[in-house]
């Protein structure tokens, strides 16, 4: 209660209060919050490059997930490091690494060169920054679903499969349907994260491609108007409430 408390509800508390205050009179206003409506084609955006990359995660990570629980114990643990292992390194080194591939003086584009081809606009677009959101957050999608279907009772595909089912019946009807909160939470631990980045959008995107994420660190930094990137906050922790709750409501059970 003391950790909710400290961490949690006081830090809540002054985003309530910087977002409903003036930054001069400090005095009670709707203004910040108003001002937010100029900064929506910014949330849409953010949300949809978020959730887009959450999608890819789930495509990708959950074959990853479901290979890696059928291998032996000793093998399991052995790609559970390797999953693991680029999260040992920065943050920041991981995205500059894209950063050295995809330029146009890049790896890539100079591989292209040498074979006599035209070089790609492989940065600075919404592939780009889409790219840098799955490859960092991927992990966060494979090892919820792991552990999800590592506790899937055997018992069950076996009855499912005594029971007449083809190996494709048994994954739609009992393993991806019980794999469901693995899938919920995956998708949560990517979106939250992917939604308010902003070194990616920096380093891989271009002025078209800015998130709110940027628009909070240049007010933050910058302009220095705590108040609207309070609002700013404030609006960003309601969308993602949203799309969870969202997320949640499709994967409710009777």
Request: one cysteine or more; aromatic letters at 12%; hydrophobic letters at 55%.
């Amino acid at each position: 209660i003391v950790w909710m408390i400290l961490f949690t509800l006081i830090p809540l508390c002054i985003v309530f209060y910087y977002a409903l205050t003036d930054s001069i009179t400090g005095e009670f206003t709707l203004a910040n919050l108003a001002s937010m409506g100029t900064y929506l084609p910014i949330f849409l955006r953010s949300i949809w490059l978020s959730l887009f990359a959450s999608l890819i995660c789930l495509v990708i990570g959950y074959p990853v997930a479901y290979f890696i629980a059928q291998c032996k114990p000793l093998t399991q643990r052995f790609l559970e490091m390797l999953i693991m292992l680029p999260m040992c390194m920065s943050f920041l080194l991981r995205t500059l690494a894209w950063v050295a591939m995809l330029e146009d003086t890049g790896i890539i584009n100079n591989f292209i060169r040498a074979l006599g081809l035209s070089p790609l606009p492989l940065i600075r677009n919404n592939g780009a920054v889409i790219l840098g959101m799955v490859y960092n957050y991927l992990p966060y999608m494979i090892l919820p679903l792991y552990t999800v279907i590592m506790k899937i009772d055997k018992r069950l595909v076996e009855a499912a499969l005594d029971l007449g089912c083809t190996p494709k019946q048994v994954f739609t009807k009992v393993v991806l349907p019980l794999s469901g909160p693995g899938i919920l939470s995956g998708l949560t631990m990517v979106f939250v994260p992917a939604v308010s980045t902003f070194y990616i959008s920096q380093k891989l995107g271009s002025t078209g491609t800015t998130l709110i994420g940027d628009v909070i660190e240049s007010q933050f930094k910058t302009a220095y108007n705590p108040n609207l990137v309070a609002a700013m906050s404030l609006v960003l922790m309601i969308h993602i409430f949203v799309c969870v709750s969202i997320m949640n409501r499709f994967g409710e059970t009777d």
